[in-house]
């Protein structure tokens, strides 16, 4: 299997070429979130009409890093579980949201949202945390300083590793996955 290489933020049509299943690369600028951060940016969006940053084929990268070590850019930064941010991702999608990299599945909702907007989500390795940092090139944090770690970020990466799990048709590499787990098991029984 090939490894994809994506210069992010990219078009559309370079995110709906992607396939459940595909191991890409990143090199670019994302936008690092949890979920106090999107609370916000939604309450700002309500109030303001904005979000601090414009969405449009951008990509975000649920994390909040952990201190970082002198001289260190950030901390180990593994990602967060998707889910936590799951009510807020259709309107976001539906705004111009490209991208998002977490971990765990999605509802049924954000699923639909994926199709409708032909987004993708990825997924980085949990427990890779301090791996993963080494990736992170440069970082600031664009709003919401008050919430810490979880402050809303923009971040320049390079060599991210990540896998497609829901691509813009819908293909759900964990519901595949599962599939093909359990035909291999019944084949081999």
Excluded: W
């Excluded at 009510?87 to 994926?114: E, H, Q, Y």
């Amino acid at each position: 299997m090939s490894i994809k290489k994506i210069e992010f933020p990219c078009s559309r049509d370079v995110i709906s070429s992607l396939n459940s299943g595909d191991q890409v690369i990143l090199t670019g600028v994302l936008y690092m979130a949890r979920d106090a951060a999107h609370k916000k940016m939604l309450k700002e969006y309500d109030e303001k009409g904005k979000f601090p940053f414009d969405i449009k084929n951008q990509g975000i990268y649920y994390a909040g890093p952990a201190p970082a070590a002198p001289g260190k850019i950030i901390g180990p930064v593994g990602p967060t579980t998707s889910m936590r941010m799951d009510s807020f991702t259709p309107l976001l999608l539906d705004m111009g949201l490209a991208l998002m990299i977490g971990k765990g599945n999605r509802s049924s909702d954000v699923k639909n949202s994926i199709i409708k907007n032909s987004c993708v989500y990825m997924a980085a390795t949990g427990g890779a945390a301090a791996l993963i940092s080494r990736c992170i090139k440069k970082q600031e944090i664009i709003a919401y300083k008050e919430l810490g770690a979880e402050a809303l970020r923009k971040i320049y990466i390079e060599d991210f590793p990540a896998i497609v799990i829901i691509d813009s048709n819908g293909n759900n590499l964990y519901e595949t996955g599962k599939a093909k787990y359990r035909k291999t098991e019944i084949e081999n029984a």
